[in-house]
């Protein structure tokens, strides 16, 4: 029996994003707020983007369809990121470079996703036996550079918005606040971690099964943790 772990970690995912993206558009509804609004898109986006990484848990027989997949899916990761940074920006102040580098992301994202599509390439597949049973990861076939820029730009922006995050809390002297912004950057650095396993890694030799997983828990505990800074009520302060 095949069991594509890569896949079902991946419907859990868009499972998640979907959950919060909806909670973020109730309360945007409750109280409008910029940020609130920014962060309801971002989590909208990912929900899209999860949704084309889990498609081949049902689509699976033809690797280059697989791929696909993957490729429309890393596209809407692009403009996912460029709300990312919009949201990061607002939280330090910085204004002045916001829209050439929203800009810069998507035409880059754009650039990506047309070499990958017009390559051809197919999904690459790892897999282990267990108790009789195949399990399988996929991961993105294209070519080594995309991948390489895609854990670049989405990993380590990542660990410098956590950052950035865990930085502002500090100043915050609401106790609820500082705590959902730490909760909220502990996630999205182990997001951004989750990026460099999945892409960084991927181009190395040592890529394989075990890593393709790895980033998949990763990507999982990230959200879970972001998802705890979402629902953070003032009721446990």
Known sequence: MNIFVSSLFDVFNTAACLVAALRLRRSHKQKPNVL???FFYFYLLFTVFFAFLAAPVVFHGDLKIVQ?????GHLVLYLALSYFIRILFALIGWKKFLLPLQLLLAATGVVVFLVSLLSGDAA??????LA???LIAFSHGGAPWARLLVGLVGGFSGMFFALVMFIQSLRLEDKFLRRRSRWLSYGTFVLGFAAV????FSVFPFYSFGIAAAA???AISG???MLKGIFYSRDKV
């Open 68 to 72: 696909l997949f993957f490729v429309f």
């Open 124 to 129: 690459r597949i790892w897999e282990i036996g």
């Open 216 to 218: 998949e828990v990763l």
């Open 132 to 134: 009789g049973q195949r």
């Open 36 to 38: 609130v609004r920014d």
């Open 197 to 200: 396993f999945a892409f960084e």
């Open 223 to 225: 959200l879970l943790l």
